[in-house]
C-alpha cells in the first residue's frame, strides 16, 4: 500500500485464531494431588467373595455326600435287619373308684381311681429297644375329663420279648362341668363309656438317642372291661407311622 510520499507501508500482521496456543511457549500443568487417607472406620473391607464361595461349596459337598452315607447305611440296615415297630395296646383298666358328686358352690366333680395295664411287645428278632420315661394319661369326654395320670421311668427290652407296664391313676375332686358330669354319668350305667389313653415315651436302639413318640388308644371301655381300642403311634408328634 502507496502513501502520498510514495513510501510502502508494512502488511498488518494476521489476527490469531480463538484457542490458538503458541508451540514455543512451555504449558505449565497443576501439581498432582495427593491421596487423602480415609480412617480405618470409613474405609471399605476387602471383599473376599472368593473364599466364601469356595467355603459355601464345599459345606454344601460335605452335606450331600453325608445324606447320601447316611441313607445308604439306613438301607442297608433295614435289609439286614428288617427292623418292626414295637407293638403297644392296653390290656386291662381296672376302676377301684369311680363317683360323680355334686357339691353346692363349687359344682360337679369327680373321684377316680384306676389301674391300667399295657403290653409292649418287641417282634424284632436281632436287636432290642430302648425306652425312655413312659407318660400315660386317661381321659373321657373327648378328653375333656382327666381321669388321672402318672409317669414310669425307662427300661430296656430284650429282642423279641414282651414286657407289661402297670400303671396307677387318680384323680379327686376333678371339677367338670355338668354336661360332662351327665355325659360320664350316661356312660357308667350304660357301660359304654368313651374314654381314651395317650401314652408318651421315646423309643430308640441301644446306644441310640430315644425319639419321642406318641401312642393314643381310643375305644369303647367300661369300668372293667375293654374292647379292643386302637392304638396308633405318632412319631414327634407330627404324623402316624403305623
Known amino acids: 500500500m502507496s502513501t502520498a510520499t510514495g513510501k510502502q507501508e508494512p502488511p498488518l500482521p494476521l489476527r490469531k485464531p480463538p484457542g490458538y496456543r503458541d508451540p514455543t511457549i512451555s504449558i505449565q500443568h497443576p501439581p498432582p494431588r495427593k491421596a487423602v487417607k480415609?480412617?480405618?472406620?470409613?474405609?471399605?473391607?476387602?471383599?473376599?467373595?472368593?473364599?466364601?464361595?469356595?467355603?459355601?461349596?464345599?459345606?454344601?459337598?460335605?452335606?450331600f455326600i453325608l445324606i447320601i452315607v447316611f441313607a445308604v447305611a439306613g438301607f442297608l440296615f433295614y435289609?439286614?435287619?428288617?427292623?418292626?415297630?414295637?407293638?403297644?395296646h392296653l390290656k386291662s383298666i381296672t376302676?377301684?373308684?369311680f363317683n360323680v358328686t355334686t357339691?353346692?358352690?363349687?359344682?360337679?366333680?369327680?373321684?377316680a381311681q384306676s389301674t391300667i395295664d399295657v403290653v409292649i411287645k418287641n417282634p424284632n428278632q436281632?436287636?432290642?429297644?430302648?425306652?425312655?420315661?413312659?407318660?400315660?394319661?386317661?381321659?373321657?369326654?373327648?378328653?375333656?375329663?382327666?381321669?388321672g395320670e402318672q409317669t414310669l421311668g425307662g427300661f430296656n427290652q430284650g429282642k423279641n420279648n414282651v414286657t407289661t407296664l402297670r400303671f396307677a391313676t387318680k384323680v379327686q375332686k376333678e371339677i367338670v362341668d355338668g354336661?360332662?358330669?351327665?355325659?360320664?354319668?350316661?356312660?357308667?350305667k350304660k357301660k359304654n363309656l368313651m374314654m381314651s389313653a395317650e401314652i408318651r415315651s421315646g423309643i430308640g436302639l441301644k446306644q441310640?438317642?430315644?425319639?419321642?413318640?406318641?401312642?393314643?388308644?381310643?375305644?369303647?371301655?367300661?369300668?372293667?372291661?375293654?374292647?379292643?381300642?386302637?392304638?396308633r403311634i405318632k412319631l414327634l408328634n407330627w404324623f402316624y407311622i403305623n
Open 79 to 88: 435289609l439286614w435287619y428288617r427292623p418292626r415297630l414295637p407293638e403297644i
Open 179 to 188: 354336661k360332662s358330669a351327665d355325659e360320664l354319668m350316661k356312660g357308667i
Open 38 to 63: 480415609l480412617p480405618p472406620s470409613f474405609q471399605q473391607p476387602k471383599r473376599r467373595r472368593s473364599c466364601c464361595r469356595i467355603f459355601c461349596c464345599c459345606v454344601c459337598i460335605s452335606v
Open 126 to 147: 436281632n436287636f432290642g429297644i430302648v425306652y425312655g420315661r413312659t407318660h400315660i394319661l386317661l381321659s373321657a369326654v373327648n378328653g375333656d375329663v382327666n381321669l
Open 95 to 97: 376302676f377301684t373308684k
Open 103 to 111: 357339691t353346692p358352690g363349687t359344682g360337679p366333680g369327680l373321684d
Open 208 to 231: 441310640m438317642i430315644p425319639v419321642r413318640v406318641s401312642v393314643v388308644c381310643v375305644g369303647k371301655m367300661t369300668l372293667n372291661q375293654l374292647q379292643q381300642p386302637k392304638c
